[in-house]
């Protein structure tokens, strides 16, 4: 049987085309996100994969779930969850529009094929498409201490000259680096740390 991640890419692929052409991009993938959250607990893959529950029913209960708990003047754990994810301070006051009817569609055509499950992948290969179609990576960037403005702005901005595309930077911080910074960019890594050039010198000296 194929795995996860390969039945989940007609999916994704088709769940992104159509958002693209219909400009709901953001809309689509905030719902793949607190979807996918979703479908991750415990507890709600335990009731998905009960049979004597409807596929009608388990898709009408994602999307009650994001209108309710997302798409709301109240504040909720899942939008904060989108909030964060975007960057966003605005909590209560962040405004999401409720799931479309097109969404909607998908969401029940994948229940009715016993694919909700592949919601997180599918979510992961949607965001994929989305950094494809904007030229957009991601870095993820570990340092010794936390970056200042100016060093990230710079990072940012030769990263994306010599990348030709946008870097959208995700930062961690790790004290046993000593210093410098360790670079992830798709399986590309730069390794610039104190800890790195220390073991390279090493290996170097035992080699």
Do not use: C
């Amino acid at each position: 049987m194929a795995d996860l991640s390969t039945l989940a890419r007609p999916y994704a692929k088709a769940a992104f085309d159509y958002a693209n052409e219909n400009g709901a991009v953001n809309e689509w993938e905030n719902f793949l996100l607190v979807a996918s959250t979703v479908v991750d607990d415990k507890s709600f893959s335990t009731w998905l994969d009960n049979p004597a529950v409807s596929a009608e029913h388990k898709s009408a209960a994602l999307v009650d779930l994001y209108d309710t708990q997302v798409a709301s003047a109240n504040d909720s754990a899942l939008k904060q969850l989108l909030d964060d994810a975007q960057g966003n301070n605005l909590g209560s006051n962040a405004s999401y529009p409720k799931v479309s009817v097109a969404l909607s569609n998908f969401v029940k055509q994948l229940s009715e094929q016993e694919r909700l499950a592949l919601l997180p992948e599918v979510y992961e290969h949607y965001r994929r498409h989305k950094a494809v179609s904007l030229k957009q990576l991601d870095a993820y960037v570990t340092s010794a201490y936390p970056l200042t403005d100016e060093q990230r702005q710079m990072l940012q901005t030769r990263l994306a000259t010599s990348l030709n595309a946008s870097v959208v930077i995700h930062e961690t911080v790790d004290p046993s680096l000593l210093a410098g910074a360790t670079i992830k960019v798709g399986d590309k890594v730069i390794d610039d740390s104190m800890r790195g050039k220390l073991q390279q010198l090493k290996t170097q000296l035992t080699a």
